[in-house]
């Protein structure tokens, strides 16, 4: 009869201390609307319906650093071809600038940074799956988001975070960061058997001398 009405403030509170449980959370629309996110220490560039398509990550500094090595060796590569047979010299240019466009995607395009949406939401709760809340960027976390340290946001499907690339690699470059990874692999190898094939061809012609 005499219990205090409680104050809103406080059912936040608790709202925010339950959020661990394995329940799916009681969802109202102050939390299920899409909401301005807080970028941390991304960047964020040209908005496509309200995303951003362009995010330059907090070390963005070794990400240049990285651009410009692989720019580098790359066009070292293409010049010291350039009076090769001409399949050679194409192939190391397919091959060099194949290898730096993939890295320029995977280190720009949005990583997945998190928003808010009903649907998410209502298909993780009848999944049974358990959902999170994000104090720091006051954000429901739905299918694997985690919050990273390093870009201070969270990241949808969350991976790992990638000095090289600036910033974190999620759910919006996952599959372009396996594709550099392969064209580095590429890069790196033909290259190789390159510089092996030169080296012989170069013994054979000392021993005819």
Known sequence: ?????????????????????????????????????????????????????????????????????????????????????????????LVGINQCVSYLIVSLINPGIANVERIDIEKNQQNNQKTWYCKVCKLIQVKETQHCLDCDICIQEYDHHCPWTGKCIGKGNIKQFYYFILSTIVFTIFNLVLIILKFKEQEAKAKKQ
Not at 65 to 75: E, K, M, P, S, V
């Open 1 to 93: 009869m005499n219990q205090k009405e409680r104050h809103p403030k406080d059912e936040d509170d608790d709202f925010t201390l339950n959020t661990s449980s394995a329940e799916p959370l009681e969802l109202d629309d102050q939390y299920t609307k899409p909401k301005s996110i807080c970028w941390g220490r991304c960047h964020p560039m040209m908005f496509r319906k309200g995303n951003p398509a362009v995010v330059i990550g907090p070390h963005w500094p070794l990400f240049i650093c990285a651009f410009l090595l692989f720019f580098f060796i790359g066009c070292l590569f293409i010049f010291l071809r350039a009076n090769d047979d001409p399949l050679i010299f194409y192939t190391t240019l």
